[in-house]
């Protein structure tokens, strides 16, 4: 089904940013493959009304990029002079766009394929969950073109590979395979080529099915407990914990299993 109703994702999808509902998971492709999903200032602000307005219905997303490679980054042709306030403008609204994917409504499945590097890497890492297949790669060229990461990537990506990895990238523009980006943390599954997209969907489809309330403590709560200092962090914890459990969805799923109504865990495979 075509979500392209909002007159905001029509316009995104006119910008190269689409969105499909497949069932409770809205299916978001980056649509510009000749220039490999550059992401254009158009295309950054079309990636932010996506996500800002997701239908109603959306319970997790799925982002992909169309042709042989998710994200080459940063378009730049673009990258025109600009003085500092202006930098500091143009950088800010990736956050802006960035940060609607990370702490937006629902979790973000990325699904990654061919080049995730710049800019392109700095939009996987705003996601929740990554999904690689083998033809993956990550780099962050950034260093040898004489600029610096500018659409979060100094916060996030050294959150999945550490500081120290993050800047050998960057000094001497060392590139991960795929396999090698799944052992690092930048993604947490790995399957074969081609397979990145349904396995997204597949854990999308997952992820939509559990309570709203367990999904939206993962994605807003978590991240911050974890920058906390351990005290403060503690009583975040029980705090949001009370308001999970109090909810009346988390009494029902928790009396489904009392009376074996609700699915065991299963020894992992
Ligand atoms: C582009 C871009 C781009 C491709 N901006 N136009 N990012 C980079 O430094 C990565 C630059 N791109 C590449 O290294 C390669 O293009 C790829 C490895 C991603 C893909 O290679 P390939 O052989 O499949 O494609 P191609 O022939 O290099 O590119 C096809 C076209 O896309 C070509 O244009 P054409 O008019 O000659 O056909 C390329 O110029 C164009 N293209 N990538 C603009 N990035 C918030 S700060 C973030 C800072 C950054 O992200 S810096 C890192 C930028």
Redesign the pocket.
Known sequence: MSAQTHPLLERAAAHGVSLDMQGAVAVVQLRRP???N??SDSLIEALRDVFQNLPEAARAAVIHGEG??FC??????ELKERDAGEGVLH?RS?HVALDAVQYGRVPVVAALH??V????L?LASSCHIRVADESTFYAL??GT?G?F???G?SVRIPKLIGVARMTDMMLTGRVYNAADGERLGFAQYLVGPGEALAKAIELATRIATNAPLTNYALMHALPRIAEQPADHGFLTEALMSSIAQAAPEAKARVRAFLEGKAAKVQKAA
């Not at 080459?72 to 042709?77: I, T």
């Not at 590097?117 to 392109?120: A, L, S, T």
């Open positions: 000749v220039k490999r550059a992401l042989d490679h080459a980054g940063l378009d730049l042709s950088s990736w061919g080049a590097v710049g800019g392109g700095e060229p950034e073109r600029i990461v500018g659409g990537g």
